[in-house]
């Protein structure tokens, strides 16, 4: 399953949405006029953007964001979104954004004197506090009538959490997760279930080597991935042995093993359940295209 969706928060200030849930790349291409300022935040997977007629790409990584300003041409949206990959994006104009931040213009680098007539590229971490209200651009559950708003006002919070480098709040917005320490806390977790994708510790285990109570590890692990402990492992655990196939050094109960899978048949049958084809098929499949 995949959705791509646009909210127009105001004039010259847009939201995207970008959901590929399914097992291919996804394309997007949309025009993006001269004199905008694009922000991408990736919330999980990655994505890749293509200039120059693909002569030249950059990739927006996992709880990373891309900046992208260039006063003197467009720079079209052209976008290869990969499997199992969700990013927002946000786009405003170089007049609004002054608008919002005119006093402030030279506490944001690319908007300041001598910078107001170059293009502008930058790579950042998406903080805690960014990553809770991108969270909640994909999970809101609100009645259909005051959705626009609700993004006007997380499209604001973005920005303004984007350029709080020096002193990120707290951010209480989750009533789950409280605080960005609890929000380390489950990166952590997450950390932890990867490194040990061949045995992953039990949810109260993982919990207590946290620091976190079992609730909050289940509904905050589940806020900021967008899936339980065990689904998101799955998930990696599945991408992380096609990414094996793909290297042609192990066969299909070598990579069984590699992540977890005692027996050959339950790796085959959790490898189907993922991606519709046994390994020994999609194997056969890549020595075929190769």
């Known amino acids: 399953m995949s959705s791509q969706e646009e909210i127009k928060i105001e004039p010259e200030f847009s939201l995207f949405r970008f959901q590929n849930d399914g097992n291919e790349i996804i394309h997007i291409n949309k025009q993006v006029g001269q004199g905008l300022i694009q922000f991408h935040f990736g919330i999980k997977g990655k994505a890749k953007f293509i200039f120059n007629q693909g002569n030249y790409a950059l990739e927006l990584k996992e709880e990373k964001s891309l900046l992208f300003y260039n006063p003197q041409k467009e720079l079209p949206l052209n976008l290869e979104l990969a499997p199992n990959s969700w990013m927002v994006s946000v786009i405003i104009s170089i007049q609004k954004f002054h608008s919002l931040f005119s006093s402030e213009a030279e506490h944001i680098p690319f908007i300041s004197k001598e910078n107001s007539d170059k ?127 793909d290297t042609g050094s192990y066969n299909v109960n070598e990579v069984g093993l590699k992540i977890g899978y005692s027996t050959g048949s339950h790796f085959i049958a959790a490898f189907k359940k993922k991606f519709a084809t046994t390994p020994k098929k999609y194997l056969m499949a890549l020595n075929t295209n190769t």
């Open 119 to 245: 293009k502008y590229y930058k790579e950042e971490n998406i903080s805690p506090s960014m990553a809770i209200v991108l969270s909640q651009i994909f999970h809101y559950s609100l009645n259909p009538s005051i959705k626009n708003i609700y993004y006007k006002g997380k499209g604001y919070e973005l920005l303004s959490l984007y350029f709080n480098r020096n002193e990120d709040p707290t951010a209480e917005q989750c009533p789950f997760l409280i605080d960005e320490d609890n929000i380390l806390k489950l990166k952590k977790a997450k950390e932890i279930i990867i490194a040990n994708m061949a045995e992953p510790p039990g949810l109260q285990e993982l919990a207590d080597e946290i620091g976190l109570s079992l609730k909050k590890l289940k509904m905050g692990f589940k806020q900021i991935y967008g899936d339980t402990v065990y689904g998101f492992l799955f998930d990696y655990k599945m991408d992380y042995a096609r990414k094996l196939l």
